[in-house]
């Protein structure tokens, strides 16, 4: 299932996960020019004139071959090199932030290609050891394991469960109907957006969404909908969106990852994103999504 509220969630790519292990198939995909790659620097991207630089293999550097899959009759690769003998200056390179703006404008099909790359990228960035023996890690399967060359031990990419949600209350679609929203100390003045945080080991979605809120702003929340979700290789998330019911409206800020939480109305959401008072998540994120899901409709300003 897709979900086409979740824009970066849209136009997923076959992976081709049968292909991985076949060095012909994927060599004779490497031959054919209208292959396109991505080339990573360690982590990072680089877009050029303001969209992402896909190669064909011809003009790839060399560096770990990743397969991504297959999409519009294409099949798209991804090669990681070392930041030391990447193409161009440092400064032309970016992390996935970054390039966010990119993704929005214009290249937004390539999202799930890009984040797939990302998080393998993030993954072999951070796993360089055996965690059983500390020996070598020797890639396979197209960049999407690692297999250690001392005790053989296998590695596979690892994925962080985190929950972002919105938290109502109030009569639902009445006027009084409130969102609770918050906000860092870091950020700019008028900065708000949904809460979010970790799952931790043992514990269901839902719980994770009534922890975090309690946790962070002292407000306890009763029943939890799923809403969809959102890769979020920063380093190796899947944001996992919701909407919870409040049952007390008090509320608490911990005073360590939240600054400041407001209830907003509607019209309250609407005026201060008119006006420039509030500021509200970029237009991609799945924290846009839910605020606009629940509002109704577009908003304007993003951060």
Known sequence: MTFPHVKLSANPHDRSGVRRGDEAWLDERWSDPDSRVLVVSGTRIRPVDGRLDWVSPQEAPDGL?????????RTWFAVVVDPAVAPGEKSEWF???GVLPHLADGGLPEAPLVFHAIGLAEWLY????CPRCAGGLEPRNAGHELVCTSCGKAQFPRTDPAVIMLVTSGEPSSESERCLL?????WPEGRYSTLAGFCEPGETLED???REVAEE???RVGAVEYFGNQPWPLPASLMLGFIGR????DIRVDEDEIEDA???TRAEMKAGAEDGSLVLPGGVSISRSLVEHWYGGPLPGTW
């Open 65 to 73: 071959r990743v397969l991504l899959g297959e999409q519009d009759g």
């Open 95 to 97: 992390g996935l932030r």
């Open 126 to 129: 951070a796993t360089k050891y």
């Open 182 to 186: 918050g906000r860092q100390a870091v």
């Open 208 to 210: 994770a969404v009534r």
């Open 217 to 219: 702003v002292g407000v």
């Open 246 to 249: 409040a049952e007390s409206t």
């Open 262 to 264: 407001r209830w907003f």
